[in-house]
């Protein structure tokens, strides 16, 4: 269906803390049909393989994120002024991404990668 959002699995495993519980927050308030998962930079790989999410924001971007995960955001990493989106594949930076920026990516449509 035209517009529908596949999306339906995001892991959010940022540093800080605080800035996780706050986005993950955000989309599940935003989208409640969303499963939202939480998890710390140490558990990042364990819980990617356990929830299959379509979407990870992550503080630091690992190579399960990169071969697994059809949808990344790798926010902030190492406190530095940019981020890096990749998208079915096509990965460019960001300069001061927002919330506003997360919230479009959850809302657009895309494809599952098995």
Not at 15 to 42: C, H
Not at 48 to 56: F, T
Not at 74 to 103: A, H, K, M, N
Request: net charge negative; proline share 7%.
């Amino acid at each position: 269906m035209p517009g529908m959002r596949t999306i339906r699995h995001v892991l959010v495993a940022n540093e800080l803390a605080s800035y996780r519980e706050s986005i993950a927050a955000v989309l599940r308030f935003s989208f409640p049909d969303l499963e939202v998962f939480e998890a710390t930079a140490a558990d990042l790989n364990r819980e990617i393989l356990r929830v299959r999410p379509e979407l990870v924001i992550c503080s630091k971007v690992t190579s399960l994120v990169k071969d697994r995960v059809p949808n990344w955001v790798e926010l902030y990493p190492e406190c530095e002024p940019i981020s890096t989106f990749c998208i079915d594949g096509e990965c460019y930076p960001r300069e001061q991404v927002d919330l506003s920026d997360l919230l479009a990516l959850v809302d657009r449509p895309v494809v599952r990668t098995a």
